[in-house]
């Protein structure tokens, strides 16, 4: 008897991936005894199975299924009510459609947004539901699972959130979850709009989330680049450059033009506003991590889907997918990096995983409160690998319409070689297309593309010729806690990630999303990129040609005068 509890013990307990004479040796064992028991009721990781013979039992302990296990992380959101900031954002998008489908047993999602363009919160919300990101989920969930989800009209920008009195005690009442990542992620963004929106918005939060009756988490988003003073970013907390309370005061009572004009003094080691504001609302939750169950998420880049609910699928042309759809349009033709790199991307589904993920973590074990999401450790992809693999891409599979010139751009290691080449074959031609569009009546735009172009290089350039190290432990540990399902489920691993294949799907992402242009099109626009191939060859043969012809009638001048 107890040689046969040992035997069952040890194969429910043990890894899937023993070796295959410990697994014949168990199996023999077990025969001797599995007759005098008809029905065994196996119990692994909290869940109850029955086997009616021998070789089903077999069969799943040595190779289970993934079905035989719990969602444990659907499991924590049963019933719970989430409040998110940011909802109508690239990431908070994400986060709507997956915890809605996934963790579908919910009990409700409020999502602060206010009035835009007219538009109330419910509107904007509604023109959300209804766009292709939600498609699967409709399919799958029906229209009904919408009825979870609920506007909340106010302005995380604003005192007090710029809530109702009745909003606030509704969510004061009944948020246990909350998700805050609204933020200004513009790099450029003036001092006094990145600080009252990104560090008075967080503590403004966070005064809501004292007053909540029931809070289980609260979850901030950050940044992975908010310490560029760090060698190497750890899962820990950091001094603030600055302290955010005086922070807040200084930009609530100066102008805009004034703090604009003392900026760069005022930040110190940080790069920009967005990295110095994100720095600062850091240092205020890390305040109120004594009473209140906070945690710090820190993800890097994020970029276009990979797998969910869309491959590809992206709503805005930040990061390197604006820099791709510039360089598919012929716009950009140059870039300074080195060679070698390494880009810390990650695409918006797989940040939306490690985000519940480190939820649930935080939630059940309470010994981790900052997370590093970054996987560049693990995949590495330089710089020239996202040029090449995108201008192939572009070149051969997925071509844009409405191209100004064949897309043959290329890094420069030499940041002087690299304004040269801005200068020769980006910024002329613009003064000399745009000089055309004012002669036949056109709006011209070049001029004012290549001035955004020029300001997204100093911020391109910054990044990603920095090395940095992200040391990501903490997420490495919750990960190995997940069984096979959840692993299944919250895909983080980089596994399987094939890295052409991607950017095939985030290419055809931005020609439906973000330039609107129908799948359709797509062979016409192949057979016109033949044409600006074949013209690009064309001119090139008879610039240089050109410069070859000047510089020998220029030499044969000089030798002539001095025969003479």
């Known amino acids: 008897m107890l040689l046969r509890h040992f035997v069952e013990t040890y194969l429910l307990l043990s890894p899937t991936c023993l ?5 014949q040796f168990y199996k023999k064992l077990h025969l001797h005894f599995w007759e005098s028991k008809k029905t065994f009721d196996a119990r692994r990781k909290g869940i109850t199975l029955q086997y009616r013979n021998r070789d089903q039992f077999l069969s799943n302990m040595l190779h289970p299924s993934k079905n035989l296990f719990p969602n444990r992380v659907a499991e924590l959101f049963q019933d719970k009510t989430i409040l998110i900031t940011g909802g109508t954002g690239f990431l908070g998008k994400v986060l709507i459609e997956k915890l809605l489908r996934t963790c579908s047993s919910l009990k409700k999602i409020y999502v602060i947004i206010r009035e835009k363009n007219e538009k109330n919160a419910t509107k904007r919300l509604q023109e959300i539901c209804d766009g292709p990101l939600f498609e699967k989920l409709r399919q799958q969930k029906g229209a009904t699972i919408f009825d ?13 959130l710029g809530l109702s009195e009745t909003d606030r005690q509704k969510l004061i009442q009944e948020t246990e979850i909350i998700y805050h990542s609204a933020a200004s992620i513009k790099f450029d963004e003036p001092l006094k709009s990145a600080v009252l929106l990104n560090v008075r918005g967080t503590k403004s939060m966070l005064e809501l989330a004292e007053e909540c009756k029931n809070l289980v ?36 009572c100066m102008n805009e033009e004034t703090l604009s004009a003392i900026d760069s003094t005022i930040r110190g080691w940080s790069a920009n506003n967005y990295t110095f504001s994100k720095a600062l609302t850091e240092a ?3 305040e109120k991590m004594d009473k209140l169950p906070v945690v710090i998420q820190r993800p890097t880049a994020i970029i276009p889907t990979w797998k969910e609910p869309i491959p590809g699928w992206t709503d805005n042309i930040n990061g390197p997918m604006g820099l791709l759809i510039g360089a598919g349009k012929g716009v950009i033709r140059t870039m300074y990096a080195k060679d070698d790199a390494i880009l810390d991307c990650l695409p918006v589904d797989s940040v939306i995983n490690l985000l519940i993920c480190s939820t649930y973590d935080y939630v059940t074990y309470r010994s981790r409160r900052v997370y590093n999401l970054t996987i560049s450790r693990e995949v590495k992809v330089t710089a020239n690998k996202l040029l090449e693999t995108g201008r192939q891409v572009i070149n051969t599979k997925i071509p844009f319409d409405m191209v100004i010139w064949y897309p043959n751009g290329s890094l420069k290691s030499s940041r002087l070689s690299h304004y040269i080449h801005f200068l020769l074959f980006q910024l002329l031609p613009a003064f000399f297309i745009d000089a055309i569009f004012l002669l036949i009546g056109v709006k011209p735009f070049l001029i004012r593309v290549q001035k955004k ?21 903490n997420m490495s540990i919750f990960r190995d806690y997940l069984n096979p399902r959840e692993r299944e489920e919250f895909i983080m691993d980089p596994e399987g990630f094939d890295f052409h294949t991607y950017i095939t799907d985030c290419m055809l992402g931005a020609r439906r999303y973000i330039l609107k242009e129908p799948d359709d099109g797509i062979s016409s626009a192949l057979k016109r990129m033949k044409m600006l191939w074949l013209l690009d060859k064309v001119c090139k043969i008879v610039f240089t040609t050109g410069i070859l012809y000047y510089m020998c009638k220029f030499f044969l001048f000089i030798y002539s005068n001095k025969v003479n």
């Open 19 to 23: 070796s295959t004479k410990v697994q």
């Open 148 to 160: 979870k989800i609920e506007a909340i009209d106010g302005d995380v920008i604003a005192p007090d």
């Open 217 to 252: 988490v609260f979850c901030h988003l950050s940044t992975a680049y908010c310490h560029e003073k760090q060698e190497v970013l750890l899962d820990t907390l950091y001094p603030p450059p600055a302290d955010p309370h005086c922070m807040i005061k200084l930009c609530e």
């Open 284 to 286: 205020l939750v890390e």
């Open 453 to 473: 172009v020029l300001k997204g290089y100093q911020i391109f350039e910054y990044y990603v010729n920095r090395e940095w190290d992200f040391r990501h432990d």
